[in-house]
């Protein structure tokens, strides 16, 4: 019943941003995770960026995107979001948008613990 639908990828030359949707529906943002994770061709999916949903002040970042990404929610929308700044070329990958209940605060950016996700939302960022 919960469907994750992402939007917003795209091509976008190195030090340019973009922001990313995900639309939820048949999802509480309550006590659980929301976050983004990312897959590029020969590499495993990682985790980049997550969020408790209750409250949505507790965030997780890969050491990679700290800085540069901010994950953020609206309940109200049902609706979670990603800001990417000064964008690289290593940060092409597919962009997927994944939920959990339970396990709050333990391993946020394990992907393996979250078990409803979009279909994903492609990223290129050029040279």
């Known amino acids: 019943q919960v469907q994750l639908v992402e939007s917003g990828g795209g091509s976008v030359q190195a030090g340019g941003s973009l922001r990313l949707s995900c639309a939820a529906s048949?999802?509480?943002?309550?006590?659980?995770?929301m976050g983004w994770f990312r897959q590029a061709p020969g590499k495993a999916r990682e985790g980049i960026a997550t969020?408790?949903?209750?409250?949505?002040?507790?965030?997780y970042y890969a050491e990679s995107v700290k800085g540069r990404f901010t994950v953020s929610q609206d309940p109200a929308k049902a609706t979670l979001y990603l800001q990417m700044n000064s964008l690289k070329p290593e940060d092409a990958a597919m962009y997927y948008c994944?939920?959990?209940?339970?396990?709050?605060?333990?391993?946020?950016?394990?992907?393996?613990?979250?078990?409803?996700w979009g279909q994903g939302t492609q990223v290129t960022v050029s040279s």
């Open positions: 994944a939920a959990r209940r339970g396990n709050t605060g333990y391993r946020p950016l394990a992907a393996d613990t979250y078990h409803y």
């Open positions: 048949g999802y509480t943002f309550g006590s659980g995770n």
């Open positions: 969020i408790y949903n209750s409250g949505g002040r507790s965030k």
